[in-house]
């Protein structure tokens, strides 16, 4: 075995064993929806026990908000995302073509709009939405959520957008078409890594969303954050059974999203530079 051969197994033995480090608590807690409060609170910790469904059983038939509850995140999320990637799009579109004036110091104000900590913008917000009418309202914390989310989605966009030739452009306006079809048929094709990266950002962060849903929203628009937040305890104690139950069926959807479009976050995370132009 060439010196070759042994660094690069070395290098790779490194990579399983730093991913099964960060994949531990995630393994944990999956196997802890199986197990039983006793076999949860054992110790030493049991690797090697009866599996059992109750406990997802119990958090159907017990939680009985848990369905709108998920319904809410799923909802939530898919509305605002989609509303925040088209609106991104146009303004990015107009970023990169049109290169208005202070350009570069509006990008770096709508970059700073995801600075803030939430907790230094809740009151106002809280205040705007309760003297509005809005708390409680799917369409209030939809486009709460979608404006949150559309200074990062410009970002990734206007990077994919620079990367794209504007021959592309003078071509479909030279051979008669408008800019609508430019944008939509010809440019628009060009972005899906982009389009996809911004998505699945902004879909991790409406997700996992709760300070916002907690104080603006109300009894219909509870998420699963509320939910893991306001059950928690149970019984005097710590509801384990309850915390890796919800939590496994939690982590499902964002796991599948990024499984199936892993290759995307990688460009998304280079906002596109990893593109030459095209």
């Not at 199986?34 to 939680?63: E, G, H, M, Q």
């Not at 071509?171 to 996809?196: A, C, D, E, M, Y």
């Amino acid at each position: 075995m060439n010196a070759e051969s042994l660094k690069r197994k070395g290098y790779y033995a490194v990579l399983w064993l730093t991913s099964l480090l960060f994949f531990a608590p995630v393994a944990w807690i999956v196997m802890s929806s199986f197990k039983t409060r006793n076999d949860i609170l054992a110790v030493p910790p049991k690797l090697i026990f009866s599996p059992t469904f109750d406990n997802y059983l119990d958090l159907l038939d017990r939680n009985t908000s848990f369905v709108l509850q998920f319904a809410n995140s799923v909802v939530l999320s898919l509305s605002a995302v989609v509303i925040a990637v088209v609106v991104s799009f146009l303004a990015a579109f107009c970023f990169s073509r049109f290169k208005p004036k202070g350009t570069n110091f509006l990008m770096f104000i709508l970059l700073s709009i995801r600075m803030l900590p939430a907790p230094a913008v809740i009151l106002p917000v809280y205040l705007m939405y309760a003297n509005f009418g809005w708390k409680d309202s799917h369409i209030a914390l939809i486009l709460f959520y979608a404006m949150f989310s559309i200074p990062f989605s410009v970002w990734i966009l206007k990077g994919f957008l620079d990367g794209v030739s504007v021959r592309f452009d003078e071509t479909g306006l030279v051979n008669g078409g408008s800019w609508l079809h430019v944008i939509f048929r010809v440019v628009l094709p060009q972005l899906k890594p982009g389009l996809i990266a911004a998505f699945i950002f902004n879909m991790i962060f409406v997700w996992n969303e709760f300070l916002f849903n907690f104080i603006v929203g109300g009894v219909s628009t509870q998420n699963i954050p509320y939910a893991l937040a306001v059950g928690t305890y149970s019984d005097g104690g710590l509801n384990w059974t309850f915390i890796a139950t919800l939590t496994t069926i939690y982590i499902i959807p964002p796991i599948v999203f990024i499984y199936l479009f892993q290759k995307y976050l990688l460009a998304g995370m280079t906002f596109g530079t990893v593109r030459g132009e095209v």
